[in-house]
């Protein structure tokens, strides 16, 4: 598989995941974007031996929103708050997560993160309340 083909396999997943963790459109895009080039640069790291592609896959797309919402936590979305500074109930990024089974995702992450090794484990098991 090229990583041409990966992309148009796996972007609308990777976009629908990162905008049902961020709830904020622009960071969605970014996250994932920047989560495809990350992939480009270290698909080479990927050792089947180690466990199917869609677990690393997965695995590292958590690590990876893990890793954006923890340098961004300061950081405030205007498109969570009205002009006032109170929260808008309405996240604009709620049409684009219908469809969305939340079981099936919960399922592969979960599933991912117990594929890893115990240690890194351990450490991905209390991001998985943010899934509910």
Request: charged share 20%; aromatic share 14%; with cysteine.
């Amino acid at each position: 598989m090229t990583f041409e083909q990966l992309y148009l396999e796996k972007n609308q997943y990777v976009n629908k995941v990162c905008l049902r963790w961020l709830r904020n459109v622009q960071d969605a895009e970014d996250v994932s974007q920047g989560y495809f080039v990350w992939i480009y640069e270290n698909l080479h790291k990927y050792d089947s031996n180690k466990g199917t592609f869609q677990k690393w896959f997965v695995a590292n797309l958590v690590f990876y929103i893990q890793h954006f919402k923890q340098y961004n936590k300061h950081r405030t979305h205007e498109s969570l708050f009205d002009g006032d500074g109170s929260y808008v109930n309405d996240i604009p990024c709620n049409k684009h997560t219908e469809g969305i089974d939340a079981a099936i995702t919960r399922g592969a992450i979960i599933n991912a993160i117990n594929s890893l090794p115990l240690q890194s484990a351990k450490q991905a098991r209390p991001w998985l309340c943010m899934l509910d």
